[in-house]
């Protein structure tokens, strides 16, 4: 039996020539558990969408209930999510990636239950534009092999196999993430850049002025999944926070952590620079949501079960 999602709401897109930053809040701003915009039913379980539409970047949750749940996925954009047993439900984190045309897109839910039985939910959902802008960036002569295509891709695939065994737990104790520094934003997330006027690429996180040595922080627990050296982001340390999410921390100076430390909300991990594929010292942060670069403000404003 297939059971329909039928209400769909949409959010109003950012103006394509906007590139005005957010400004860092010194003080995370506590969240609130987002309502119910649709729900449905199906042989004694319930799925519940907590999200009316998604932006290019951003993340949307599903709750399921029900008993004799074994297992449950979502199929979107050619993509597959997997569902989390939390407190009071299981949970998915759905990604409308950067690449995500604006439009409606088909979302399929399969549940597995204890005793063979398969269960089905479909929706459909919209994507709305995030406004993304072209920004020219300039590589230093010394450092003009890392545009090269081909490092790049080594690098997202080097990435890949850090994330593909995420913890099934889930490390934050509450819905409040911080920055890693308190500084200004200098370049915001799924930017087309075009490096030295020559290769296109994008920008997957977003950067905050820094200069070299500035202590950078954990923006929540977690486990170090990797501190070491990456052509592209230099010095980088990515650490695992549950449930198929990651915090990457590039362009380092310095690391003060190793693989398999765990790691506190605040603690130190290691300082600014302008190592890597850099045209000066900044940080450059990033959030990885099931293998897709999702846009870290907008993560930093997504209420998550605890």
């Excluded at 039913?41 to 951003?58: E, I, K, V």
């Excluded at 089905?120 to 960036?137: H, M, N």
């Excluded at 990457?248 to 909300?265: I, K, N, P, R």
């Excluded at 099931?290 to 605890?306: A, H, K, M, Q, Y």
Aim: glycine fraction near 10%.
């Amino acid at each position: 039996m297939l059971t329909c999602l039928s209400l769909l709401l949409t959010l109003p897109s950012i103006a394509q020539e906007s590139t005005s930053e957010p400004t860092p809040s010194p003080t995370p701003i506590p969240l609130t558990r987002p309502a119910v915009i649709a729900e449905a039913d199906n042989t004694g379980l319930t799925l519940q969408r907590l999200f009316p539409s998604l932006l290019q970047g951003q993340v949307g949750l599903l709750r399921l209930t029900g008993d004799n749940i074994q297992e449950g996925r979502v199929l979107f954009r050619n993509r597959e999510y997997p569902f989390y047993q939390g407190n009071d439900g299981w949970y998915a984190m759905v990604v409308a990636d950067i690449d995500a045309q604006p439009r409606d897109y088909p979302l399929s839910v399969l549940i597995k239950q204890v005793d063979g039985t398969n269960i089905s939910f479909a929706d459909l959902i919209t994507v709305e534009s995030s406004g993304y802008i072209r920004q020219l960036f300039d590589v230093p002569a010394s450092l003009g092999y890392l545009i090269d295509p081909a490092v790049e891709r080594n690098e997202y695939a080097r990435i890949d196999t850090l994330v593909t065994n995420p913890s099934q737990e889930f490390y934050w104790t509450d819905n409040v993430w911080s920055l890693p520094i308190d500084t200004g934003y200098s370049s915001s997330f799924g930017q087309y850049r075009i490096l030295n006027q020559a290769v296109q690429t994008r920008h997957t996180g977003w950067d905050q002025s820094a200069p070299v040595g500035t202590p950078i922080s954990t923006m929540m627990d977690g486990v170090i999944t990797f501190a070491g050296d990456l052509d592209i982001r230099g010095q980088y340390i990515l650490i695992d926070h549950g449930w198929g999410v990651y915090s990457g921390y590039a362009h380092l100076s310095q690391m003060t952590v190793e693989v398999g430390d765990s790691v506190e909300q605040g603690q130190l991990i290691g300082m600014s620079g302008n190592s890597g594929r850099s045209n000066g010292p900044h940080l450059h942060w990033e959030i990885l949501v099931n293998g897709e670069w999702v846009d870290g403000v907008l993560f930093l404003e997504t209420w998550l079960p605890s």
